[in-house]
Nanobody, 120 residues
Framework: QVQLVESGGGLVQAGGSLRLSCAAS????????MGWFRQAPGKEREFVAS????????YYADSVKGRFTISRENSKNAVYLQMNSLKSEDTAVYYC?????????????WGQGTQVTVSS
């Protein structure tokens, strides 16, 4: 298990950018697939992006492809989500998650979330 703390959320105008960070504890960070999820008011939590242990494979939700980029720095126990061309529909609480295989996030570790608000 790892402990995760997100940061970098805030208020931004539509078309702007934000970079979210997730700091992880534990020496086994590099073995985890990392993911970003989000939950908008009144909606279920949804997948945003994931990255495998060495950064060689990334996956994105269709809604963010071409606008968001996930990356990681194993030497710093950190994962990032660069969000460009933000839209009002990107407004949500964003969560960082860690799971060994990236196939069953319900078994993973989760952060407390960081709020992203995009004003139109």
């Amino acid at each position: 298990q790892v402990q995760l703390v997100e940061s970098g959320g805030g208020l931004v105008q539509a078309g702007g950018s934000l970079r979210l960070s997730c700091a992880a504890s534990g020496r086994t960070f590099r073995t985890y697939t990392m993911g970003w999820f989000r939950q908008a008011p009144g909606k279920e939590r949804e997948f945003v992006a994931s990255i495998n242990w060495n950064g060689g494979r990334t996956y994105y939700a269709d809604s963010v492809k071409g606008r968001f980029t996930i990356s990681r720095e194993n030497s710093k126990n950190a994962v990032y989500l660069q969000m460009n061309s933000l839209k009002s529909e990107d407004t949500a609480v964003y969560y960082c998650a860690a799971e060994l295989t990236g196939t069953d996030w319900s078994k993973g570790s989760w952060g407390q979330g960081t709020q992203v608000t995009v004003s139109s």
